[in-house]
Antibody, heavy 123, light 105 residues
Framework: EVQLVESGGGMVQPGGSLRLSCAAS????????MAWVRQAPGEGLELVAN????????YYVDSVKGRFTISRDNAKNSLYLQMNSLRADDTAVYYC????????????????WGQGTLVTVSS | IVMTQSPATLSVSPGERATLSCRAS??????LAWYRQKPGQAPRLLIY???TRATGIPARFSGSGSGTEFTLTISSLQSEDFAVYYC????????FGQGTRLEIK
């Protein structure tokens, strides 16, 4: 059974930092792209970042470029999101998701999701 | 690519059929997925490739369309189907629609 379990969320002041983690199990982690998707309170879904199989390719939504860094450790079956210079509009539930795509595709869909971790940026 | 879903809210009676629409601002071929999100839960993949049901998704869910116009049809609505539905294109950087809330009439 595929499982994705996020951790690391919490409350932080504007300008602060947080590191989210996602522990994956039930599939060959190193064979899949992975992604972080967020959902602000009462709002829709937004892809924040995704990463390829070995971490050599990383892509970000414009609003987080230069502030967030996605990474993975295939030996630990884990995905991470380092979030720096946090702003109030980063407040959201952050979901870890498996990104399924064909080889060389430009994009993929999220076939499995974690339960999410809440990040609140407030003074 | 901007994804636009309609209507924003749809009221349907249990056992009836629901039809949800999704439009892309430019062609995405059939690189289109649908998700259902129940309150307090993570989204769940329903449809990918515009018309292929994901693992474990019942046959009452069907998707159609290509290019810029897509439809999700749910025949004979069950209680667990009253939720928010999102479409997502993955032809390039993935983007989601704003969602359609399916409520009990």
């Amino acid at each position: 059974e595929v499982q994705l379990v996020e951790s690391g969320g919490g409350m932080v002041q504007p300008g602060g930092s947080l590191r989210l983690s996602c522990a994956a199990s039930g599939f060959t982690f190193s064979s899949y792209w992975m992604a972080w998707v967020r959902q602000a309170p009462g709002e829709g879904l937004e892809l924040v970042a995704n990463i390829d199989l070995d971490g050599s390719e990383k892509y970000y939504v414009d609003s987080v470029k230069g502030r967030f860094t996605i990474s993975r450790d295939n030996a630990k079956n884990s995905l991470y999101l380092q979030m720096n210079s946090l702003r109030a509009d980063d407040t959201a539930v952050y979901y870890c998701a498996r990104d399924w795509r064909y080889f060389d595709a430009s994009g993929g869909y999220c076939d499995y999701w974690g339960q999410g971790t809440l990040v609140t940026v407030s003074s | 690519i901007v994804m636009t879903q309609s209507p924003a809210t749809l009221s349907v009676s249990p056992g009836e059929r629901a039809t949800l629409s999704c439009r892309a601002s430019q062609s995405v071929s059939t690189n289109l997925a649908w998700y259902r999100q129940k309150p307090g839960q993570a989204p769940r993949l329903l449809i990918y490739g515009a018309s292929t049901r994901a693992t474990g998704i019942p046959a009452r869910f069907s998707g159609s369309g290509s290019g810029t116009e897509f439809t999700l049809t749910i025949s004979s609505l069950q209680s667990e189907d009253f939720a928010v539905y999102y479409c997502q294109q993955y032809n390039n950087w993935p983007t989601f629609g704003q969602g359609t809330r399916l409520e009990i009439k």
